[in-house]
């Protein structure tokens, strides 16, 4: 069964830089929805979207944003990058939410 | 906000042992989900609870809807190795429309051979 899609897998930034993560979602699902998870915590709630237009908005920087594709693919940008922005980076498409493999997002 | 504690926050058992996890919420959820996570991996859905009071296996899994909609258990019967990692527990938040999955604390097990 076709599953989640995420890219790149591992990305590495210097600090101030600009980062994009990919999200492919299982096709014909709708709604995808992105999470971050730092070292040791619980994946926290960043942004989502249905039918392109943005669901809900969880604690997601305003250095941050993200949108949703006519094909339904989801991209989440990210600029000025801080340190503290290192994590693993989920997106979910639903229902019930199935998970990708994630992007390891490094800020040097 | 909301918030799903989850206890307890870790535990070490033999294998074989049986293995019992809680999710407990001040708010009501529509939808409770258990997911397990490996290391630097996303978190894989083990079992999806829809309605109150709602008992669910999956192999060696079994998952429980609170009555109240407000907690959830999982038990994993006869541990084995590779049921190591972190589970999570989610509920379904819906407001207006919208729709987000808050995640609990996590339970981290890890199984003696």
């Known amino acids: 069964a076709a599953g989640v899609i995420q890219s790149p897998r591992h990305l590495i930034k210097e600090k101030r830089e600009t980062a994009t993560l990919k999200c492919y979602p299982i096709?014909?699902?709708?709604?995808v929805y992105w999470y971050q998870q730092g070292p040791g915590q619980d994946p926290q709630f960043l942004i989502s979207?249905?039918?392109?237009?943005?669901?809900d908005k969880g604690s997601i920087p305003d250095r941050f944003s993200a949108q949703q594709f006519s094909d339904y693919h989801s991209e989440l940008n990210m600029s000025s990058l801080e340190l503290g922005d290192s994590a693993l980076y989920f997106c979910?498409?639903?229902?019930?939410?199935?998970f990708g493999p994630g992007t390891r997002l490094t800020v040097l | 906000g909301q918030q799903l504690n989850q206890s307890p926050q870790s535990m070490f058992i033999q294998e074989g042992e049986d293995v019992s996890m809680n999710c407990t919420s001040s708010?009501?959820?529509?939808?409770w989900l258990w997911y397990k996570q490996d290391p630097g991996e996303g978190p894989v859905l083990l079992i999806a609870?829809?309605?109150?009071?709602e008992l669910t296996s999956n192999g060696r899994l079994t998952a429980q809807f609170g009555i109240t909609r407000k907690d959830s258990f999982l038990n994993i019967s006869a541990s084995i190795p590779s049921d190591v990692g972190i589970y999570f527990c989610?509920?379904?938040?819906?407001?207006?429309?919208?729709?987000?999955?808050?995640f609990g604390t996590g339970t981290r097990l890890k199984v003696l051979a």
């Open positions: 979910a498409s639903s229902s019930p939410a199935v």
């Open positions: 096709p014909r699902h709708d709604t």
């Open positions: 979207f249905y039918e392109k237009m943005q669901s």
């Open positions: 708010s009501i959820f529509n939808t």
């Open positions: 609870l829809y309605k109150a009071g």
């Open positions: 989610a509920g379904l938040h819906t407001t207006s429309g919208t729709y987000k999955y808050i």
